[in-house]
């Protein structure tokens, strides 16, 4: 039982950390090589992975989608230790709209805008994209992009401010909780508790009243 | 419709919250009124007399800026909603 609970809690743990890692933005230092549009057909399999049809348009069945081609600077662990290493990253930029992921952007077509005017053949122009989301080749999904913005070299720091806040948050939503479930158990569960408990004995008090009192007028029945 | 939806659900999570955060914070200021009088009272006192202390620090605290602060639940997410739009939109 104590197994069972122990792997229940880490797959729930598991799963939490790749939602927040989907959903979470990230940063890439790139050099944007091209703009382009393709037309997709989603499947059942890799629907969840994309957004709606662009925002105060029709959500049909297939729809083209903006990519935008680039040259990445390889990272390890998340982005937090750089590497030499180039590699190349497709971004896809589509609106998340209102709901889902909770970016609330609409102007995928300006940043569309914005990677095509930082396309520079021959020459060191870097930028940061903030994105969201997985690259998966069997899936063919993408990361969403979310930002652009041109930094002097593909050596800069970035620190990701946002996640800094998120995850204190989370920290103090976490321990305003548990202070929250402490307060109501000491408050309200335990003394329920405490006076079913009361009324239990009491219960059991007459239980054992009424058998002795049965118990006595049995005795009078028995050969002396 | 997004904007609708979101507007729906956004404020049935705020108001949970709301809920929630107003009844812990009177829970607490419960309490901390029951230790006071203990403090004061070691052997208990007399139980109508610690009825009415703890009934006005309530109605103090029913009527000071506190609870009121906790509707700011339903400001911070929709300033929070304004910046990361403006932010991702704009900039």
Known sequence: ?224 | MGLIRLIIFGFIAMTIAYFVISIYSRSVRREKLENRWAEKHPDGGDARQREIFIQRGMAAYHSSLRPKLILLVYVAPVVLIATIHIVTTYY
């Open chain 1, 1 to 224: 039982m104590r197994r069972i609970k122990q792997i229940f809690i880490t797959l729930v743990l598991i799963l939490f950390g790749a939602l927040l890692h989907y959903v979470l933005p990230q940063h890439d230092i790139v050099k944007i090589t091209s703009t382009e549009i393709i037309r997709t057909d989603f499947s059942s399999l890799n629907r969840i992975f994309y957004a709606q049809a662009d925002s105060g348009s029709a959500a049909s069945e297939t729809r083209d989608l903006r990519l935008i081609n680039t040259q990445k600077k390889k990272t390890w662990l998340l982005g937090f230790y750089p590497r030499d290493k180039m590699g190349v990253m497709v971004y896809r930029n589509e609106d998340t709209g209102w709901i889902w992921p909770p970016y609330f952007k609409f102007d995928s077509a300006d940043l569309q805008a914005e990677a095509a005017a930082n396309i520079a053949p021959g020459q060191e122009r870097w930028v940061v994209v903030t994105h969201y989301g997985w690259r998966n080749k069997y899936l063919s999904i993408y990361p969403n992009a979310i930002g652009i913005r041109p930094v002097e070299g593909p050596d800069v720091t970035v620190i990701p401010w946002f996640n800094i806040v998120f995850f204190a948050f989370l920290l103090f939503c976490f321990g305003f909780l548990r202070a929250v479930w402490r307060q109501f158990r000491q408050r309200t569960v335990d003394p329920a508790l405490e006076s079913a408990e009361d009324t239990w004995d009491a219960v059991g008090d007459g239980m054992t009243q009424r058998r002795n009192r049965f118990s006595r007028w049995l005795d009078t029945w028995r050969s002396k």
